[in-house]
């Protein structure tokens, strides 16, 4: 055998365990199917960190995907389309917020359901919203705060008053 036959065979040895993979990671859960859930929305402050295909979660349970996201142009606020399971029926007055796993961790969406006997429909809005928090700026914040304050003094317990000294009897 030359060379230029083995280096085929390994490229053809190669390209079929590309596609083994492929199809490993289409047919995994959640990965390229499409969600059958219902669609809701909410807009945010901000979403930074959160993506198409981010988890939308409950209780620290994966319930939805984000499934599109795009600026409101009258508010300009973060509008986030979700899908969510159809076996979750949200409350109306259930809120979402961008929190993460961790100090670095992924963003997610995480749902409060709320109190309300009335279910959010399909193509419903949750209206509490809490945008992802920069923990960036907050560091540095803290780190070069310019505004000169220093930290307050704690009171000390007045001194105990002097007794006036006896006049010497002995003498």
């Known amino acids: 055998m030359?060379?230029?036959?083995?280096?085929?065979?390994i490229g053809a040895v190669v390209i079929v365990i590309a596609g083994a993979f492929l199809t490993f990671a289409y047919n995994t859960p959640g990965m390229g199917q499409k969600s059958d859930?219902?669609?809701?929305?909410?807009?945010?402050?901000?979403?930074?960190?959160?993506?198409?295909?981010s988890d939308i979660r409950m209780?620290?349970?994966?319930?939805?995907?984000?499934?599109?996201?795009?600026?409101?142009?009258?508010?300009?606020?973060?509008?986030?389309t979700m899908s969510i399971d159809p076996a979750v029926q949200l409350t109306d007055d259930t809120s979402a917020k961008v929190t993460s796993e961790g100090l670095l961790g992924s963003k997610f969406i995480?749902?409060?359901?709320?109190?309300?006997?009335?279910?959010?429909?399909a193509g419903?809005?949750?209206n509490y919203t809490q945008g992802a928090v920069d923990i960036w700026s907050l560091i540095s914040q803290a780190m070069f705060d310019k505004s000169g304050a220093k930290p307050a003094e704690?009171?000390?317990?007045?001194?105990?008053p002097a007794t006036p000294e006896a006049p010497d009897q002995a003498q």
Do not use: C, H, R
């Not at 909410?42 to 930074?48: C, G, L, M, Q």
């Not at 209780?59 to 986030?80: D, M, R, W, Y």
């Not at 704690?154 to 105990?160: D, G």
């Open 154 to 160: 704690t009171p000390q317990a007045p001194a105990a």
């Open 37 to 53: 859930g219902y669609l809701i929305s909410a807009e945010f402050d901000n979403v930074e960190g959160v993506n198409v295909g």
């Open 59 to 80: 209780a620290g349970i994966k319930i939805g995907t984000v499934t599109a996201q795009s600026l409101n142009p009258e508010s300009f606020q973060a509008l986030v």
């Open 110 to 121: 995480s749902l409060e359901p709320g109190g309300s006997d009335t279910k959010l429909a």
């Open 124 to 126: 419903g809005v949750i």
């Open 2 to 9: 030359n060379n230029s036959t083995v280096e085929t065979l």
